[in-house]
């Protein structure tokens, strides 16, 4: 059996050990009322309900083919004619579409022009937005542009490369594009200067590609026999965002030899070129960093199983990157490689060889005439080729289709490509950070390659790892630091290698102004004097601390309860908040919150588990500084002296330390020993007096037997009410009063 006829055989039996794709069917044949003449390029929209094919040879134009995503089938559904009001697509080569899907882009080679084009999403109709023409034609502003060939769309959806392939201009036109209406504006060109020039290999560009992390460009060379490498400004907020800079260039007339276009792994990793006139499949590994490519490595017509690669012209890779597919011009060949995810190594799999009869006359012609330019649809399950001599659109699927990452982005909850987020209100000169989750529903690796934001929003903790497995997750921070009131807006973008999804758009929103905070958590430290003993609050009335607080002042209606008294606990207390403009206006009728919590030796102020601070309800705050009041049971109430704001999400106060932390100072207060300050203690009745009344109250319950919240003349808390409470306390302070202002 001669070698061809292996190869057919192989081509026939699919379902062999080399088997990965069936053909299915060839659209467009000798016939059909469907203008696909020459077929040059193709691209599939994002979401892979449509085709779109770049057609020449006098009927020269844009033919769109709806799909059908399960059997992948194509029907006719619209076409762009050379003619058509406002277009320039003589002998049209490239074509691209933006990473959202809403505007293509192709090149007009015989108008020396670019054609911006809006695409309907929902009918895949194209509308012309604008043209661009090289300064040699008439009207024409942009000097590279002559025989425009290819063209791409960066990563970011931000700026767009034209290939100009002719003449003294042979180089390429970058563009910087507008990613709401679609349109360009003019950034930089490149040109081939063999005679002074540090770009000496440029001569008959046909292909750019973007690295998928945007950081480089490649440019094929097909006369130079050369791929060109260039770094590219990513930085938005850089004067020169999007502009290339020539790296170096790798020249080989052998191996190389008429070089065509480029696809990069979605990992970054490895670079795969089509060399027409070198019959080899060729693969090199990258330099992330330098965008460097290592030894050219090969496949050619020796390789077993391989009938020829002559004219090997447009590559494409599966969705999980597994296979590599080769459209092989001159042999009217398609040939499959399975992928070395780890070398970038290929190994040949499988081939599909055109008999050279007419399209549909017989089970071996493929409609691969001249196979021209290949794709993947972004579902994984269908692979399309355009035998250029056929005129078709040659359909097949995989036998197993290929997986295919998602990305999801969520911040609590899923946010939607095209969705928002807002980071509410927050105080002008503060910050708002938010940890956001990049995970893959996928079945396949998915590759996040850079997180932007503008204005007063930023990326303050990058993305933690590139590679998100499937069903795994990485998580990058962002920050939002309002600089004055008002909204704010910025666009985040997520460059990723999602097949429809890759540059994943969301509005951020926020408000600089003044927080009104729900809730707030006190950490408040206070002593009170009856029960300092010299260094920290004794704890002899532990035992007898009931489980539900019983304080109702200033209408305090809630009946805190703990599960368990805390060992260290000296008493309750109630912790008020107020807001005011001073703290002379701090009347009782500007409560916003209380809550009654443990007041523990150390002077700290506890929740009902005895660890946590306390957090205290608000209602009808309009800002978020109160001013912080104490309360207990046998002793004179305290306010700070100025109102207290949240810092790192907590209200701290320190009545202990300083005098000058409380309203009135030393009026409201006693000094204790260690320069310590305390609550002033006899207030048996809790009517804000040290009196007479408290005098009573005490002779009443002297000498008789401690009763919680019962015999409050016990000011020193030792469960024992005597003279020491009389004399130490009551009699010392008697006159005092409370410093707190009520009405």
């Not at 700026?159 to 679609?182: E, K």
């Not at 026999?225 to 020169?240: C, G, K, Q, V």
């Not at 020539?246 to 060399?275: C, M, R």
């Not at 081939?351 to 972004?378: C, K, M, Q, R």
């Amino acid at each position: 059996m001669n070698k061809l006829l292996a190869c057919l055989f192989i081509s026939l039996c699919c379902n062999s050990v080399f088997a990965q794709l069936t053909h299915v069917e060839a659209v467009g044949v000798t016939g059909q009322t469907v203008n696909l003449d020459n077929p040059q390029q193709m691209a599939i929209s994002p979401d892979g309900k449509f085709i779109y094919v770049v057609v020449q040879n006098g009927t020269d134009g844009i033919t769109v083919f709806s799909r059908n995503a399960s059997t992948g089938k194509v029907t006719y559904s619209s076409e762009v004619a050379k003619g058509s009001t406002g277009v320039l697509i003589n002998t049209p080569r490239g074509i691209a579409i933006s990473k959202d899907g809403g505007f293509v882009y192709v090149s007009g080679g015989s108008d020396d022009a670019l054609n911006v084009f809006s695409r309907d999403k929902t009918t895949g109709v194209l509308s012309i937005v604008e043209t661009f023409q090289d300064d040699g034609q008439t009207g024409g502003t942009i000097s590279t542009l002559d025989g425009a060939w290819g063209v791409s769309v960066s990563p970011d959806n931000k700026h767009v490369i034209v290939i100009a392939n002719t003449g003294v201009q042979s180089g390429f036109t970058v563009f910087t594009r507008n990613t709401t209406d679609g349109t360009l504006t003019f950034l930089q060109d490149f040109r081939d200067d063999s005679a002074s020039g540090t770009i000496t290999n440029l001569n008959g560009p046909r292909w750019s590609t973007f690295s998928p992390d945007g950081e480089f460009v490649y440019v094929s060379a097909a006369t130079s026999d050369a791929l060109n490498i260039f770094s590219r400004e990513t930085d938005p907020s850089s004067a020169d965002f999007g502009k290339l800079t020539f790296v170096s260039d790798v020249v080989n007339s052998t191996t190389l030899d008429f070089l065509e276009e480029i696809v990069i792994s979605d990992d970054n990793a490895f670079i795969y070129l089509a060399p027409r006139a070198a019959n080899r499949a060729v693969w090199a590994s990258r330099n992330t960093s330098t965008g460097a490519i290592g030894t050219l490595n090969f496949i050619d017509d020796s390789d077993a199983g391989i009938t020829s690669l002559n004219g090997s012209e447009d590559w494409v890779l599966s969705t999980d990157n597994s296979l590599a597919f080769l459209a092989v011009a001159s042999a009217d060949m398609l040939t499959v490689f399975d992928r070395n995810a780890g070398t970038g190594a290929l190994s040949f799999a499988q081939e599909f060889i055109d008999d050279g009869s007419s399209v549909g006359s017989s089970s071996t012609d493929f409609g691969l005439n001249n196979n021209e330019d290949v794709a993947v649809s972004p579902d994984g399950k269908h692979l399309y080729a355009l035998g250029q001599f056929d005129d078709v659109v040659s359909l097949f699927s995989f036998d197993t289709p290929s997986a295919v990452p998602e990305i999801d982005l969520q911040q609590s909850g899923s946010i939607a490509n095209g969705g928002s987020f807002d980071f509410g209100t927050v105080s002008p000169g503060t910050n708002s950070d938010m940890v956001f989750t990049i995970a893959n529903t996928g079945a396949t690796a998915l590759y996040a390659y850079d997180v932007q934001t503008s204005g007063e929003f930023s990326i303050q903790t990058d993305i933690a790892s590139s590679t998100v497995a499937a069903s795994g997750s990485t998580t990058f921070t962002v920050r939002f630091s309002p600089s004055s009131n008002g909204a704010k807006t910025a666009e985040l973008l997520l460059i990723n290698t999602d097949v429809d999804e890759g540059a994943y758009t969301i509005t951020l929103n926020g408000t600089g102004g003044t927080v009104v905070p729900t809730s707030a958590t006190v950490a408040a430290t206070v002593f009170l004097e009856g029960a300092y003993n010299g260094t920290n609050l004794n704890t002899t009335l532990n035992a007898s601390i009931p489980t539900t607080q019983t304080y109702t002042n200033n209408g305090h209606a809630w009946a805190e309860t703990a599960g368990a008294v805390p060992a260290n606990a000296v008493d309750w207390v109630l912790v008020e908040l107020r807001e005011a403009g001073s703290a002379a206006a701090a009347l009782n009728a500007t409560k916003v919150g209380s809550a009654a919590g443990f007041l523990m030796n150390d002077g700290t102020i506890k929740a009902t588990d005895g660890t946590s601070n306390l957090t205290i309800s608000l209602s009808g705050n309009t800002g978020s500084d109160f001013f912080v009041v104490i309360y207990h049971r046998n002793h004179l109430p305290i306010m700070s002296a100025n109102a207290i704001s949240e810092s790192s999400s907590i209200y701290a106060i320190d009545f202990t330390s300083a005098s000058a932390n409380t309203h009135q100072g030393t009026t409201g207060l006693a000094s204790l020993s260690g320069a310590k300050f305390g609550m002033l203690a006899g207030d048996a009745d809790g009517d804000g007096d040290v009196d007479a009344t408290d005098l009573t109250t005490w002779r009443g319950q002297n000498g008789g037997q401690f009763s919680y919240n019962s015999t409050n003349g016990d000011f020193n808390l030792d469960g024992v009410i005597n003279a020491v409470d009389r004399n130490n306390f009551q009699q010392k302070n008697a006159t005092k009063t409370s410093q707190i202002p009520t009405t």
